[in-house]
């Protein structure tokens, strides 16, 4: 029983969630989206060396293959700082442009590395550029010329530079400021704590009792999405039944706490409220007003 009031409770709770609890708990959310969103995405920028020295190994046997050549060695990869590697060569070999864009397409691709770089074939002697070209995610944004123009057979090496991401919406910028933002709402929509007496439990919007919602605050049980007014004394009386299920509460407890402060107490006052009370809740057999004969009055929740 206990089990099934609860879960009434947070349901009943969550439905009448008052707009600062709303707000609260979305900016929450919204920080802990960022907060997984940047840290996932600094994996994502973060690019193994290790795996883009193999890549560029790859590429460079394949290279070798398409100039005939299986027995003359790749040199070590070179990795020359944060993005930048070089790619070097035994012997000579001819590059076909052609054939080496699209040779660093598959390796990367087959590596899962980032599709947005700048390759440039240089001369081992001056390091003058004779090739180069730039590939970006969208093609239209690569810049590949010279298709179809092939590199004599000299001593080349190959420098590649990953591009990490960028702009404002695909760094960490916007995702920093999203939590920050985020952090700041949550902040200034904390939820304030309120007083909660023994009698005084208006804090709480919604109170299941049975097949009942009792709304203190609003006078008023609902059941089968019919309303039905309550007086304040008789909100008082059911919220004291409530904070004390099954149990006999004394008619002078009664008394003092719901007409102490209200002007003159009459003796059959009580008894009327309780028996308007008892009617109210008389569809539901699972509660019970009972007359303690001589002591009180007992709510009985099965």
Aim: with cysteine; proline share 4%.
């Amino acid at each position: 029983m206990s089990t099934v009031l609860n879960n009434e409770k947070f349901v009943c709770n969550l439905l009448n969630m008052g707009p600062r609890k709303i707000y609260f708990y979305s900016s929450l959310c919204l920080a802990l989206i960022a907060a997984i969103v940047f840290l996932t995405s600094k994996k994502n920028i973060e690019t193994s060396p290790e795996l883009v020295k193999i890549a560029l190994r790859d590429v460079g046997n394949k290279l070798l293959l398409s100039n005939q050549d299986s027995t003359s060695l790749i040199l070590p990869v070179q990795k020359v700082n944060m993005s930048l590697y070089k790619l070097s060569f035994e012997k000579t070999l001819a590059i076909n442009p052609d054939s080496l864009v699209a040779i660093v397409a598959k390796s990367f691709q087959k590596a899962n590395l980032p599709n947005h770089y700048q390759i440039e074939v240089k001369h081992c002697i001056d390091d003058e550029v004779a090739y180069s070209f730039i590939k970006y995610t969208l093609e239209e944004k690569s810049i590949i010329p010279c298709s179809g123009r092939f590199l004599p057979k000299k001593c080349y090496t190959i420098e590649v530079l990953i591009f990490k991401k960028s702009g404002w919406f695909t760094n960490d910028f916007l995702w920093v400021g999203l939590l920050l933002v985020s952090l700041i709402l949550s902040f200034i929509f904390f939820p304030k704590k309120k007083k909660v007496t023994a009698i005084d439990l208006s804090a709480e919007n919604c109170i299941p009792l049975g097949k009942f919602k009792f709304f203190p605050a609003e006078n008023k049980l609902i059941v089968k999405a019919i309303e039905i007014s309550l007086s304040k004394k008789e909100v008082e009386l059911l919220t004291l039944f409530i904070a004390n299920p099954n149990k006999i509460i004394k008619r002078e407890e009664l008394s003092k706490k719901v007409w102490e402060d209200h002007g003159v107490f009459v003796g059959r006052s009580l008894d009327t409220y309780v028996s308007k009370l008892r009617k109210k809740l008389s569809d539901d057999d699972s509660i019970k007003l009972t007359n303690v004969h001589g002591i009180g009055y007992m709510l009985e929740v099965k």
